[in-house]
């Protein structure tokens, strides 16, 4: 063999080992690799930066690198939310969403809904519930409905106002009932607290709420919780019934918080975080932080965590139409 045939010979395979070396080394690369952004939409030292907070410490935990926690506020998490579409779709930029993540469309919010994100897992969700007068005609979700039936606007509700999720959770529930929901008689508040004050004087029929935020009144025989408006029982609440359950009806918009990132989230990161999302959800210093904070431990996985999603926007997009608040 020539010695240039040979020169050719070594180079070529020198070519090749530095190929395999190189692959191999890509190959052994897993994610992360360096710290993760997770982004809160909503403002430090609330509920779901909190919950954010404790999950972010979990994951760091699980990966041994920093899940670095961000708050971008405003515009009623529109802007947090968009931060997280708009992040690169590598595995470093992921994010905490809320319900509201399903609302804006319908409100003529533009850049976020549904089909932006890439959902990861679900850890919390916890439903409105119906509250009504202890010495109510009626005691339980079925007789209510019916009495609102027979008379739309005599029954009057509150919880929130026009437009907030208490509100759509309760007209919401009466149109798949069958009752028009602009018959329905509700009484703009500025939150729970002002509505079960009108509960127990008298002045309305129903609040629609969280019933942890109805506690202190039911156990003063002064409020009475009778549903949740959902299609799960609450973990925290396991003898109160759904609406589902009740009427035969599907209809679900509760409060959620869950893992999700941009639209093109590879594959590998989804499965890794959901399961660790899985392992941090069945921790018991994790269930015990979210029950002292009276939250709680919802786990479901990205395909399940989807799926939710999308009813809730779908749900709750024809409920702000039939109400006249969809843009």
């Known amino acids: 063999m020539s010695l240039i045939n040979k020169f050719w010979r070594h180079a070529a395979a020198g070519v090749a080992g530095v190929a395999v070396v190189l692959s191999a080394g890509v190959a052994m690369a897993e994610w992360p690799e360096k710290a993760v952004t997770v982004i809160v939409p909503w403002a430090a030292g609330g509920g779901t930066d909190a919950t954010a907070r404790a999950v972010a410490e979990g994951l760091q935990k699980k990966f041994g690198q920093p899940f670095n926690v961000v708050n971008r506020t405003g515009g009623g998490g529109l802007v947090g939310h968009s931060a997280i579409v708009q992040g690169a779709p590598d595995g470093y930029t992921l994010g905490v969403v809320t319900i509201e993540s399903a609302m804006y469309e319908a409100q003529g919010l533009k850049g976020v809904t549904p089909a932006d994100l890439t959902f990861i897992g679900r850890f919390n969700a916890d439903a409105i519930a119906v509250n009504i007068r202890p010495d109510a005609p009626y005691s339980d979700l079925k007789g209510l409905i019916e009495a609102v039936k027979a008379d739309p606007g005599g029954v009057a509700a509150s919880g929130a106002n026009r437009g907030g999720l208490s509100h759509l959770a309760w007209v919401g529930l009466l149109q798949k009932a069958g009752i028009d929901p602009v018959a329905?008689?509700?009484?703009?508040?500025?939150?729970?607290?002002?509505?079960?004050?009108?509960?127990?004087?008298?002045?309305?029929?129903?609040?629609?709420?969280?019933?942890?935020?109805?506690?202190?009144?039911?156990?003063?025989?002064?409020?009475?919780?009778?549903?949740?408006?959902?299609?799960?029982?609450?973990?925290?609440?396991?003898?109160?019934?759904?609406?589902?359950?009740?009427?035969?009806?599907?209809?679900?918009?509760?409060?959620?918080?869950?893992?999700?990132?941009?639209?093109?989230?590879?594959?590998?990161?989804?499965?890794?975080?959901?399961?660790?999302?899985?392992?941090?959800?069945?921790?018991?210093?994790?269930?015990?932080?979210?029950?002292?904070?009276?939250?709680?431990?919802?786990?479901?996985?990205?395909?399940t965590f989807a799926a939710t999603v999308k009813a809730a926007h779908d749900g709750l997009s024809e409920t702000m139409k039939a109400v006249g608040l969809a843009k």
């Open 184 to 303: 329905a008689n509700w009484v703009a508040s500025d939150g729970s607290a002002p509505a079960l004050q009108q509960l127990t004087s008298g002045a309305i029929a129903v609040v629609s709420t969280s019933p942890a935020e109805a506690k202190a009144l039911v156990e003063a025989n002064q409020a009475k919780t009778i549903a949740m408006i959902s299609s799960e029982r609450s973990p925290l609440y396991p003898d109160l019934p759904t609406s589902d359950e009740v009427l035969g009806i599907k209809w679900s918009p509760l409060p959620f918080r869950g893992m999700a990132g941009p639209k093109g989230l590879p594959d590998d990161v989804v499965q890794k975080v959901s399961a660790a999302l899985k392992e941090i959800t069945e921790d018991a210093e994790f269930k015990k932080f979210m029950t002292s904070r009276g939250f709680s431990v919802a786990y479901q996985d990205a395909p």
